[in-house]
T-cell receptor, first 116, second 115 residues
């Protein structure tokens, strides 16, 4: 079946603009995670949804970052008033349950955000 | 502060040899351990996971876990040039956040298999 999809794949924006990044998880997957990956680093956790509930947002760097998953499927990560330091690859992952130690997370292709 | 440490490499092995990738973690409460492969410019791809002490084999891959030493490894037998990638070690801790099994990743080890 289809994997995790993300859009746009590339986004170039000017400093101060707002951006919205979309994630469409694998059909039927309950849990959805957002990560951010800098070059040469592993992905870094941002936030977690179980169905539509945002149950962990401890990784969001500041209040310019927010996320939602209103119907328990597609999720949007929004960054307000973007800054150059926000430039990174933003990755979404989904898993079937999210509450079992063997639950496997599958990653989408990512959105490369560049803030100029 | 949970930490996952990996040697960044590059690790070079000849084709057909065994590649050994190592990872240590700081949180003794970590429960599950995952190995992801990431080709340049691509997204991480899950290879295998392990949560019990000992070895777990899947084809040419063997994951090894030693919780007492807080050490995880991945062995790749009969290495192929197509195995050349960055290998990311990730751990989950069940009480991190409100029930989430967020992954904490190492920086990855770059493996190069020489034909």
């Amino acid at each position: 079946g289809a994997g995790v999809s993300q859009s746009p794949r590339y986004k170039v924006t000017k400093r101060g603009q707002d951006v919205a990044l979309r994630c469409d998880p694998i059909s039927g997957h309950v849990s959805l995670y957002w990560y951010r990956q800098a070059l040469g680093q592993g992905p870094e956790f941002l936030t977690y949804f179980n169905y539509e509930a945002q149950q962990d947002k401890s990784g969001l760097p500041n209040d310019r970052f927010s996320a939602e998953r209103p119907e328990g499927s597609i999720s949007t990560l929004t960054i307000q008033r973007t800054e150059q330091r926000d430039s990174a690859m933003y990755r979404c992952a989904s898993s079937l349950f999210g509450r079992e130690r063997s639950d496997e997370q599958y990653f989408g292709p990512g959105t490369r955000l560049t803030v100029t | 502060q949970k930490e996952v440490e990996q040697n960044s490499g590059p690790l070079s092995v000849p084709e057909g040899a065994i590649a050994s990738l190592n990872c240590t973690y700081s949180d003794r409460g970590s429960q599950s351990f995952f190995w992801y492969r990431q080709y340049s410019g691509k997204s991480p791809e899950l290879i295998m996971f392990i949560y019990s002490n000992g070895d777990k084999e899947d084809g040419r891959f063997t994951a090894q876990l030693n919780k007492a030493s807080q050490y995880v490894s991945l062995l790749i037998r009969d290495s192929q040039p197509s195995d050349s990638a960055t290998y990311l070690c990730a751990v989950t801790t069940p009480y991190s956040g409100a029930g989430s099994y967020q992954l904490t990743f190492g920086k990855g080890t770059k493996l190069s298999v020489i034909p």
